[in-house]
C-alpha cells in the first residue's frame, strides 16, 4: 500500500511512503512493549523531567513542524503554529502536576493501612485523526507516558509526514528508545496490532463509525479503550445575549481549522427574539472571512483536507437548499486549484437536513432558530452528539445554571467550547467514552489499585 501525503491547497503530492506490512509493525510493537518495564521503574520525576526535554524539542522546530502541519492538511499558519506550542505547553504542564497527581492516595480504613496506587498498564496504541495533526496525538501521548505507559501512534494517513515528526521529537529529546513509535500502516494491520499480546490499552479520536469498530474488537479482548469521537457543539444564543459579541465568538468557533474540528460550533442555536439579527451579522462577518493559501498570515479560511471532504460538503449544503433552507452566503465550493470552500451560513434549518443531524466538517454554519430558551435547551440536546456546547447570555448565574442542563462533555459560557491540559476533555452519547487532558485524563490508562496491610506494630 503506497500513502501519499497530498497538499490539499495545491492538490499536489508532498510525499509518498510504503505502508509497513503487518510483520514490520507487529515487531515495531514488541519493541515498544519491551521498553515498558524500564520506563514504568523511572521514578515520575524522572518522566517529567523527559516530557520537559520533549517541550524544548518541540519549540526548537516549531516553524518545521507548523510547516508540515499546513503542507498536509491545509490549516492556517498561524493556528498551525500555535497548535505545536499547545503541545509544549502540555507537555510542560504535566511535567509540572503528576507528581502530585499519581503519587499514592491514603484512605482511611480502620486498623489498617491502605492507599491507592495509580499504575501504568502498558502499551497504549493511538490512533489518531488529521485535522489536529500534533495536537491530537501529544494530548493522548503525554499523559499516558508521564503516568509510565508507553505508546504506538498509528496516526492518520493523511499526515505520515507530522506522524514520522512527532516520532522525531521524542528522539529529539531523548526518550528512552521505543518507548515511542510511529507506524504508517493499513487498516488490516491496525485491526490485528489492537488484539496483539502487545497492546494494553487503546486511544481512538475519529469518526463513531471508526470508534464503534475499534471498541468492539478492544472489547473482545477486554482492553481499555477511550474514544473521542465526533461532534455537533450547539452554539446557544439566549434573549438577552449581547449579539454581536456572540457572532464575533460564532465565526471564531465556526472556522477554526477550516471548520474540521470535532469541537467547532456546528448547530447555531438562537431564540426567535434574536435570530434576524444574529443571522444578518452573523452572515457578514462569515462573509468577509478571507479564504486562500494557507500560508499567507492573513488568511483565516484554508483549504478542507481532501476532494472527498469537498463533495461531502457540497452534499450536505444541496440537500438543505432542495429542503427549504436559505443559504445566506457561500455554498459552493471555489473555482481554483485546491480543495476550497466558501464560508457558508445556512438558515430556516430542520430536523430533516444533514446539517441538522450530521457532523459539518467544514466551514459551514447551520442557524436554528427556536420559540424560547427552553426550546433552545430542547434543540440543543436532541442530538445523538454530546462534545462540547457553549451559552451566550448577559446573565453569567443563568448560564452557569443552564450549562448543567445540556447533555455534553463539557460546556463553556461566553466563551467558544477549546481544549485545555487543565481542563478534562471528552463527551458523552455518540462523542465517545473516558477523558483526555487534567488529572482525569492521566489517570485513564492507570491500574487505580487499592493497597491494604495491617499497621506495623514495631
Not at 523511572?42 to 507548523?66: F, G, H, N, P, Q
Not at 503541545?87 to 504542564?93: I, P, Y
Not at 500534533?134 to 507530522?162: E, T
Amino acid at each position: 500500500m503506497i500513502i501519499r501525503s497530498i497538499n490539499p491547497a495545491t492538490e499536489k503530492i508532498n510525499h509518498s511512503f510504503t505502508a509497513l506490512s503487518y510483520k514490520k509493525s507487529e515487531e515495531i510493537a514488541k519493541k515498544v512493549n519491551g521498553s515498558f518495564p524500564n520506563w514504568k521503574n523511572l521514578s515520575i520525576k524522572e518522566r517529567c523531567d523527559y516530557m520537559r526535554r520533549l517541550a524544548s524539542a518541540l519549540r526548537a522546530k516549531k516553524d518545521e513542524y507548523a510547516k508540515l502541519i499546513t503542507l498536509e492538511m491545509g490549516k492556517p499558519i498561524s493556528q498551525a503554529t500555535a497548535e505545536v506550542e499547545k503541545c509544549a505547553w502540555t507537555a510542560e504542564f504535566f511535567a509540572e502536576k503528576s507528581e502530585d497527581w499519581l503519587k499514592d492516595e491514603p484512605v482511611q480504613i480502620d486498623g489498617k493501612h491502605a492507599v491507592v496506587s495509580f499504575e501504568p498498564i502498558g502499551e497504549i496504541l493511538a490512533i489518531m485523526p488529521w485535522n489536529f495533526p500534533f495536537w491530537q496525538a501529544l494530548r493522548c501521548a503525554i499523559p499516558a507516558m508521564v503516568a509510565g505507559n508507553v505508546v504506538l501512534l498509528r496516526h492518520s494517513n493523511v499526515v505520515p509526514m507530522c506522524a514520522l515528526a512527532i516520532e522525531e521529537a521524542f528522539k529529539l529529546a531523548g526518550f528512552p528508545k521505543d518507548t515511542f513509535r510511529t507506524i504508517l500502516a493499513d487498516h488490516a494491520t491496525v485491526d490485528k496490532l489492537i488484539q496483539s499480546e502487545y497492546v494494553a490499552g487503546v486511544s481512538v479520536t475519529g469518526s463513531v463509525e471508526t470508534g464503534k469498530a475499534v471498541a468492539k474488537l478492544a472489547g473482545e479482548s477486554l482492553k481499555k479503550t477511550v474514544l473521542e469521537l465526533g461532534g455537533s457543539d450547539p452554539f446557544i444564543v439566549l434573549d438577552d445575549a449581547h449579539i454581536e459579541f456572540a457572532c464575533e465568538n460564532a465565526v471564531d468557533a465556526r472556522l477554526i481549522s477550516n471548520g474540521q474540528s470535532c469541537i467547532c460550533a456546528k448547530r447555531m442555536i438562537v431564540t426567535k427574539k434574536n435570530a434576524a439579527a444574529f443571522t444578518e451579522h452573523f452572515t457578514k462577518l462569515m462573509s468577509a472571512a478571507k479564504v486562500g493559501d494557507p500560508f499567507d498570515k492573513n488568511i483565516m479560511v484554508g483549504p478542507v483536507v481532501s476532494k472527498r471532504q469537498l463533495l461531502k460538503l457540497k452534499e450536505q449544503v444541496d440537500d438543505a437548499r432542495k429542503k427549504g433552507a436559505k443559504i445566506e452566503c457561500g455554498g459552493k465550493a471555489i473555482d481554483k486549484l485546491g480543495f476550497f470552500f466558501e464560508p457558508t451560513v445556512i438558515s430556516g434549518v430542520k430536523k430533516n437536513m444533514l446539517v441538522y443531524n450530521e457532523e459539518v466538517f467544514g466551514p459551514i454554519a447551520a442557524v436554528i432558530v427556536a420559540e424560547d430558551e427552553e426550546d433552545a435547551i430542547r434543540i440543543a440536546n436532541g442530538s445523538r452528539f454530546g462534545l462540547g456546547a457553549s451559552i451566550w447570555t448577559s446573565d453569567i448565574q443563568k448560564g452557569e445554571k443552564l450549562a448543567k442542563r445540556i447533555e455534553s462533555g463539557m460546556i463553556f459560557v461566553n466563551e467558544i467550547t477549546k481544549s485545555d491540559p487543565r481542563l478534562p476533555f471528552g463527551g458523552i452519547k455518540q462523542s465517545g467514552i473516558g477523558r483526555e487532558l487534567s488529572r482525569y485524563g492521566l489517570l485513564e490508562f492507570t491500574n487505580i489499585k487499592p493497597i491494604v496491610a495491617p499497621y506495623d506494630k514495631n
